[in-house]
């Protein structure tokens, strides 16, 4: 059970490139999120998704497309890469909330650097 | 709107020191859920406890301890007789609804620890 994991760990980009990160869940969880990290800012949400082939607007979605083709997994996609999205990208899953229970689980991060 | 602040930015002390991490939040739900998370250097995002709005009861882990308080919207982690392992960026966070029966989740900007031998 490796629990939620990120692809890549680390990865620079220049201005105007594209990349995808990849999340995936083997906890068969519902719901996936993207989040960034920035100094002094703490997790932001960016997209999240409710089920396989929905998607949805977090706090900070410009410049981010996302895709839920699979339930374990979601794809977090830079089609333009700017400097301001430099950043730590964390991806988390969890069940269905419940009265009594709710927990986020996180991957270890993608750090993405774009000069 | 929601928030969670957590007023310090740093904290250093020294090996086997109680320490106390503050954070205070504001939120219009009814029910919610409070987080500590702990980000080793490593990076990882690293679960302590959960807490549902609903129960107040104050709780202890080992050498953790957490205390939660309605009335002053606070929900305050201690650390007893700190160790140099626990030198981290400590994030508290809560819940906010995004539909039915899901939330993302509000971070502080977090409170980072020093613990020097």
């Known amino acids: 059970n490796a629990g939620v994991t990120q692809t890549p760990k680390f990865r620079v980009l220049k201005t105007g490139q594209s990349m995808t990160l990849l999340c995936a869940q083997d906890?068969?969880?519902?719901?996936m999120y993207w989040y960034r990290q920035d100094p002094g800012m703490g997790l932001r949400l960016i997209h999240y998704?409710?089920?396989?082939?929905?998607?949805a607007k977090g706090e900070v979605p410009d410049g981010y497309n996302v895709s839920r083709l699979k339930k374990q997994n979601f794809l977090l996609g830079l089609e333009s890469a700017a400097p301001s999205q430099t950043s730590v990208y964390f991806c988390?899953?969890?069940?269905?909330?419940?009265?009594?229970?709710?927990?986020?689980?996180f991957g270890p991060g993608t750090r993405l650097t774009v000069t | 709107a929601q928030k969670v602040t957590q007023a310090q930015t740093e904290i250093s002390v020294v090996e086997k020191e109680d320490v106390t991490l503050d954070c205070v939040y504001e939120t219009r739900d009814t029910t919610y859920y409070l987080f500590w998370y702990k980000q080793p250097p490593s990076g990882e995002l690293v679960f302590l406890i959960r807490?549902?709005?609903?129960?107040?009861q104050n709780e202890i882990s080992g050498r953790y301890s957490w205390n939660f308080q309605k009335s002053t919207s606070s929900f305050n982690f201690t650390i007893t007789a700190s160790q140099v392992v626990d030198s981290a960026v400590y994030f508290c966070?809560?819940?906010?609804?995004?539909?039915?029966?899901?939330?993302?989740?509000?971070f502080g900007t977090g409170t980072r620890l020093q613990v020097f031998p």
């Open positions: 906890m068969n969880h519902e719901y």
């Open positions: 966070a809560l819940s906010e609804s995004l539909s039915y029966n899901t939330d993302k989740l509000i």
């Open positions: 807490r549902n709005s609903f129960d107040e």
């Open positions: 998704s409710v089920g396989e082939g929905t998607t």
């Open positions: 988390a899953s969890s069940f269905v909330r419940t009265r009594n229970s709710y927990e986020q689980y």
